[in-house]
């Protein structure tokens, strides 16, 4: 057996040392736990393995010889898992921790990280500062890596289609641009490309590779946007003049047809497959047809014209409609106009008009006459959600029949549910196509297999993102479906005279004498009015 060394002795007990095992030894009672803890303390190479040893020399004196603790390491090194931080934990004689004692601890320490490959990130000042026993000591510390920032993308933004406020709060709803034009050569959107990120280093040297940002897709159409790169930058133009739309998320420059006078017998008919505008005009007995939106900028409107139709988009005829009993208006979207005068206007969209409709025919989702003297007098009014005027019929008692088809609230609400569903499900399994491209897309050489594979799944994305705007569509609908009265609503901002007639969901109400602002509508099968 080696030399023993003898830690402590008392009269109670003694402390024996042989080679890096400690015993203890106890003669007679007296000795506290606290006592021998502050013996303890004034040793912090001992690391106790045994408190049941102890326990039994103390309380249950005298006691033979036995092992309690070993010696602990003096400069124990621990390393996070992470490898980003390394910690120390002295065990030494408290005297190598001041004077010069400590600047040889100093370089021990230095050579114990270095055992431990601890190369980067060391803190001097940290060990040339106060240190302490039995505690951990932060003294390296790697650098985590920063990560790619994703690319940014801006596009071209569609006006706002909506009515203009002016100052006297009159709302006009002529006052529209339902086509964005641009010139060829005209931006249309860029993408900022995304950055690689910055490698770190763990306290043991190792480059940490960071997680490069996501390189996303710009969507356009590639027969009428053109793309070029620049100093990290690609930018999108127009390949051609025309009108600005979406396809989804897909920004596209359709044909754009600009009459820049009057449609008469030196322009002829217009049947056009694209965006049509009119700065003057459309004489009587004309035809203006479209498969897209079609806006007419005269100030006096148009007269007994023959067909105005979108086949697709919306229309605008800023100046008014005097069809003399003669014009039709067809479109599948939305129409605004500044008044409506004996005409008829078939709209799977909602009709909005300006100032007045007068002995018009009118099918629409939804027609709305609100400004301040709005007013619908005569005609044969037919809409799906709702019918808003300020004013129903006139003085003279003129007939006017305002009809609305109505819906079924709780079949709305389960199909908005199903649709939202829908709609979720499809964003998640874009989210997955949409990762898988851009890792497609990271690789600057791929295989034929590769490239096949980024054109079928980039085909997918964009089929799925066309659904999704068909949906979101249908959810737009029936949302504003959802928010008339009802199933099915007419609302009286002002007044109503006798002489209007007035059928919802096939419940009739005739108004036999004036009445002031109300709204009539479906509830649990009965007309109401609020």
């Not at 710009?218 to 100093?231: H, T």
């Not at 025309?242 to 217009?270: C, M, Q, W």
């Not at 806006?295 to 003399?324: D, P």
Request: with cysteine.
């Amino acid at each position: 057996m080696a030399r023993d060394e003898i830690i402590y002795s008392s009269e109670f007990l003694k402390i024996i040392r042989i080679e890096n095992d400690f015993f203890i030894e106890s003669y007679k009672k007296g000795m506290s736990i606290n006592e021998f803890n502050e013996i303890i303390s004034k040793h912090p190479n001992i690391k106790i393995v045994s408190f049941l040893a102890i326990k039994n020399a103390i309380l249950f004196a005298p006691k033979p010889m036995e092992k309690f603790g070993e010696l602990k390491e003096r400069i124990s090194v621990i390393v996070s898992k992470d490898e980003l931080k390394a910690y120390i934990k002295l065990s030494v004689p408290e005297n190598e921790l001041i004077g010069d004692s400590k600047l040889k601890l100093a370089k021990e320490i230095m050579e114990k990280l270095k055992e431990n490959g601890i190369v980067f990130g060391i803190k001097n000042d940290v060990l040339v500062g106060e240190l302490c026993n039995n505690k951990q000591i932060l003294v390296a510390e790697g650098m985590p890596p920063e990560n790619g920032e994703d690319s940014v993308i801006r596009m071209y933004e569609l006006k706002e289609i909506k009515p203009e406020i002016k100052e006297n709060g009159k709302v006009d709803y002529y006052e529209l641009s339902l086509i964005n034009k641009v010139q060829a050569g005209d931006w249309l959107g860029e993408k900022i490309d995304p950055t690689p990120g910055v490698p770190g280093r763990t306290v043991m040297g190792k480059v940490i590779e960071p997680i490069p940002g996501k390189n996303h897709l710009l969507e356009y159409d590639k027969n009428s946007v053109g793309e070029k790169y620049e100093n990290g930058i690609t930018t999108l133009y127009a390949l051609r003049s025309g009108a600005v739309h979406y396809e989804g998320d897909k920004i596209s420059v359709s044909n754009h047809l600009e009459i820049p006078g009057d449609v008469d017998f030196r322009v002829g008919n217009i049947d056009f497959d694209g965006y049509v505008t009119i700065k003057g005009t459309v004489k009587d007995n004309f035809i203006v047809r479209a498969t897209k939106d079609i806006e007419i900028l005269g100030e006096f409107g148009i007269g007994s014209v023959r067909e105005i139709k979108s086949t697709n988009g919306s229309i605008s005829i800023r100046g008014g409609i005097a069809g003399k009993n003669k014009a039709v208006i067809k479109c599948k979207g939305d129409l605004y106009t500044k008044f409506v005068s004996d005409a008829t206007i078939i709209c799977e969209g909602s009709v909005y008009i300006g100032v007045y409709c007068i002995n018009s025919n009118i099918t629409a989702k939804e027609v709305i006459v609100d400004s301040p003297i709005g007013r619908i007098i005569g005609g044969n009014i037919q809409a799906e959600i709702r019918v808003v005027s300020s004013i129903l019929g006139s003085s003279s008692e003129s007939k006017t029949a305002i009809s609305v088809r109505g819906f079924d609230r709780d079949g709305l609400k389960e199909k908005l549910e199903t649709i939202i569903s829908e709609i979720e499900d499809m964003k998640n399994e874009m989210e997955k196509l949409k990762q898988e491209i851009s890792q497609l897309s990271l690789n600057a050489k791929l295989t034929e297999t590769e490239r096949n594979r980024l054109m079928s799944v980039q085909s997918e994305f964009f089929s799925i993102k066309d659904k999704i705007k068909e949906l979101e569509n249908n959810k737009k609908t029936i949302t504003k479906a959802l928010r008339a009265k009802g199933e099915g609503e007419v609302t009286i901002l002002k007044r109503a005279y006798p002489g209007v007639v007035l059928e919802i969901k096939n419940n009739l109400k005739r108004i036999d004498s004036p009445i002031l602002t109300t709204s009539f509508f479906i509830q649990n099968g009965e007309l109401r009015q609020l």
